[in-house]
């Protein structure tokens, strides 16, 4: 059964840095795509960053772009989601989840970790 599970979150003040860790078990990675997705309170719940076990391509939404890092450890089945320069606005439980080969949509999702930037 896959698990995700996320670590790292905490509290910060603007400016300052946080880095996500995401467990990952459970299947063969290989040919997947990971994805840190986040969800502030009263909000809907929006893509952060993607990375592809295989070649490692990342994309990331435009709000995170220049600030935030996805990356992968292959050998350890890990997910990282390095966040600088974190803004009051960052503040949501953010979460680590896989999209299959060839899925179209997200298919398993981690608890979630709480990050809060404060002003």
């Known amino acids: 059964q896959v698990q995700l599970v996320e670590s790292g979150g905490g509290l910060v003040q603007a400016g300052g840095s946080l880095k996500l860790s995401c467990a990952a078990s459970?299947?063969?990675?290989?040919?997947?795509?990971m994805g840190w997705f986040r969800q502030a309170p009263g909000k809907e719940r929006e893509f952060v960053a993607r990375i592809t076990w295989s070649s490692g391509t990342t994309y990331y939404a435009d709000s995170v772009k220049g600030r935030f890092t996805i990356s992968r450890d292959n050998a350890k089945n890990m997910v990282y989601l390095q966040m600088n320069s974190l803004k009051p606005e960052d503040t949501a439980v953010y979460y680590c989840?896989?999209?299959?080969?060839?899925?179209?949509?997200?298919?398993?999702w981690g608890q979630g970790t709480q990050v809060t930037v404060s002003s």
């Open positions: 989840a896989v999209r299959y080969y060839r899925s179209s949509s997200y298919n398993y």
């Open positions: 459970g299947r063969t990675f290989s040919s997947d795509t």
